[in-house]
């Protein structure tokens, strides 16, 4: 009884936000730029860049390592950088220009951010010829080094990388930047701190680099909110809870280890168990949509009537989508 209580008194928390207004995109997409690149085999690429600050344009790492040639292109002139600043483990590099006279966007907090805060991006999805906006809500942040990867429920594809995803107000907080493989796939982005900190760094002119990103290393090397996405989209439950029972003894302050955990638990018959896990995250993340949906499946698969009714109409409550989500899971495993 515990989480209807939790449900009951904070479900009016969740920002209610309208999508930015025309004009707030359209200046925004002043600032956004196409990146170009050039493969040492000849070949072409195509991403998404940002300006950070004076002359400064943020983009992928990914786009840029180890190509031939590199220029960005905005309002029918082209560009080529002078230096760059990089961080490669992040994927995250800043390109500095001579005379980019384009405005700067405003760089927000991404240590604030909030579970289904609403977002948008601006990038280049598929390479059109202008900026594409995009919208959605921040799904999941998961701890990495001194920040947080911000996951959201915006798709992007090819193009796309580098794209810069903005909050209610278009200030900036993440970086589009990977996704996880096959269908359902989930988009992250890297946080706007690293962005901060990197503008601080000496700069180098080499396009050439070694170290893999963090997202790029051998499965078993990347971080956990990676390697459980496959086994809990695939159903391996066994799996899943083998590499989440590590993240939580790893990471015992990442409550999003617990909810895999639960989830792992509940679909191998393990309800008390996973009860407890769900109720830990629900702990520190009193919003989190899918653990209480977890839960509702778990009143579910022990009978509770009404329970599970309760719960639809708490989540109901909190957005018509999350109660028809709720009625879609209740039909397919617990997940």
Not at 5 to 8: C, E, K, P, R, T
């Given at each position: 009884m515990r989480y209807l209580?939790?449900?009951?008194t904070l479900w009016f928390a969740l920002p209610v936000l309208a999508e930015p207004s025309v004009d707030l995109t359209y200046q925004l997409k002043?600032?956004?730029?196409?990146?170009?690149?050039?493969?040492?085999?000849g070949g072409h690429g195509v991403g998404t860049g940002v300006v950070v600050a004076k002359d400064m344009v943020a983009t992928n790492c990914h786009i840029l390592a180890n190509a031939k040639g590199v220029n960005i292109t905005k309002f029918g002139d082209s560009f080529a950088p002078v230096a760059l600043k990089a961080d490669w483990k992040h994927d995250l590099c800043i390109m500095r220009f001579e005379y980019l006279d384009l405005k700067?966007?405003?760089?927000?907090?991404?240590?604030?951010l909030q579970y289904e805060q609403e977002m948008f991006s601006i990038g280049f999805p598929g390479g059109p010829p202008k900026p594409q906006v995009t919208f959605g809500k921040i799904k999941a942040l998961y701890p990495l080094d001194d920040s947080m990867i911000v996951r959201t429920n915006a798709s992007f594809i090819m193009g796309a990388s580098g794209s810069p995803v903005f909050d209610a107000?278009?200030?900036?907080?993440?970086?589009s930047t990977f996704k996880s493989p096959g269908r359902g796939a989930y988009f992250y982005n890297i946080p706007v701190k690293w962005v901060k900190a990197l503008l601080e760094t000496p700069e180098t002119t080499?396009?050439?680099s070694d170290i893999l990103p963090f997202w790029d290393a051998p499965l078993e090397a990347r971080p956990y909110f990676m390697q459980v996405v496959l086994p809990y989209q695939q159903g391996e439950w066994s799996t899943l809870e083998k590499i989440a029972q590590q993240w939580v003894?790893?990471?015992?302050?990442?409550?999003?280890?617990y909810y895999y955990l639960g989830v792992a638990q509940a679909n191998l018959?393990?309800?008390?168990?996973?009860?407890?896990?769900?109720?830990?995250?629900l702990a520190k993340q009193p919003q989190h949509i899918d653990t209480l949906i977890g839960l509702g499946l778990v009143a579910s698969h022990t009978g509770n009537t009404a329970e599970v009714a309760r719960l639809h109409?708490?989540?109901?409550?909190?957005?018509?989508?999350?109660?028809?989500?709720?009625n879609q899971a209740l039909t397919g495993p617990t997940q």
């Open positions: 209580l939790v449900l009951s002043a600032s956004v730029a196409k990146v170009h690149v050039v493969t040492k085999t700067p966007v405003t760089l927000g907090d991404s240590e604030s107000e278009g200030k900036l907080i993440a970086i080499q396009l050439q003894s790893k990471e015992p302050n990442t409550f999003e280890a018959g393990n309800n008390v168990e996973a009860e407890q896990n769900f109720q830990k995250v109409a708490a989540l109901s409550a909190m957005g018509a989508e999350f109660g028809e989500e709720f």
